[in-house]
Each structure stands twice: as structure tokens, then as C-alpha cells.
């Protein structure tokens, strides 16, 4: 079923999971204690994910650590001091991610990344909610239906 929303057009929950200060402990609690079939990306050894259908409910799910959240909104190693750390991300597909991107500026969003096409595909827009969560706008064509 594809429905959209109204609003931004938000499609589905493009993905969700923690952000992880101690990768280590985070995999022996969703690896090893709850079993969750998480595997590794690539070269980030840390970043642990799970996708197609694997867990049932979302579309992506991972384990991301601090310093690769930090690296992908600011390019820094360290998340800035002036912010709140991020405890969990959270990612909504969107059918436009233009008219989202302008849709959250003219709300007063303060936005971190602001419709950037990352090297694996994907756009994406980044802002911080209320919570603390790192919330994002995406487009994610390998998640969508075809």
C-alpha cells in the first residue's frame, strides 16, 4: 500500500535506531542479547543495519554511532557541545524532498543538512526535534516500491 500524507508527503519510516556512544555495548545488547539479524556496512564496522525486510516493521534499522552522525551533519569527528546529542534518528521518505526541504525552513525548522545528495544515493535533510532526535527528510530510492 503507498499512501502519502499531508504535509510534507511523507511516504513511510524510511529507517530508526539508536545513536550509539558505545558500539560495543550496543551490538552485545541488539546482536547478541535480542538477536536481531544486524550486520555491518561496508567499511563502518560499527554501523550495524538491517534491511529488506529482515525485521519486520521497518525498512531500515541500525545502530549509528555518534561520531559517524557528527561526520554526516557537520563533518566533524565530535558532535558539537552547543547541541543536544542525539539518543535515536529517525528518517521519513518523502515524495519531494525539495518541497519538504522548503516546507521545514518556512516552519522554522533549523535545519543541519539541507537537501544533500550523499554518496550512497540517498537525499536527505537533517534537523534536530524537540526530544533530541535527529530527524530526517529523505529520499531513499531503494527503499520505495517499485
Not at 535545519?111 to 527528510?137: C, H, I, M, Y
Request: net charge negative.
Amino acid at each position: 500500500m503507498n499512501r502519502t500524507f499531508s504535509g510534507l508527503g511523507v511516504l513511510f519510516v524510511a529507517g530508526f535506531g539508536p545513536i550509539t556512544t558505545d558500539p560495543a555495548r550496543s551490538r552485545a545488547l541488539y546482536v547478541e542479547t535480542l538477536g536481531l539479524p544486524l550486520k555491518s556496512h561496508g567499511e563502518n564496522k560499527d554501523y550495524l543495519l538491517t534491511e529488506d525486510g529482515a525485521l519486520s516493521g521497518c525498512r531500515h534499522f541500525a545502530l549509528w554511532p555518534l561520531v559517524q552522525a557528527a561526520q554526516s551533519c557537520f563533518g566533524l569527528d565530535e558532535w558539537p557541545a552547543d547541541l543536544p546529542t542525539p539518543q535515536a534518528w529517525l528518517e521519513f521518505d518523502v515524495e519531494n524532498i525539495a518541497k519538504a526541504t522548503e516546507a521545514l525552513l518556512a516552519r522554522g525548522c533549523q535545519l543541519l543538512v539541507a537537501n544533500r545528495q550523499e554518496p550512497w544515493g540517498q537525499k536527505v535533510t537533517r534537523f534536530l526535534s524537540p526530544e533530541g532526535l535527529l530527524l530526517a527528510v529523505t529520499e531513499t530510492p531503494w527503499l520505495r516500491d517499485p
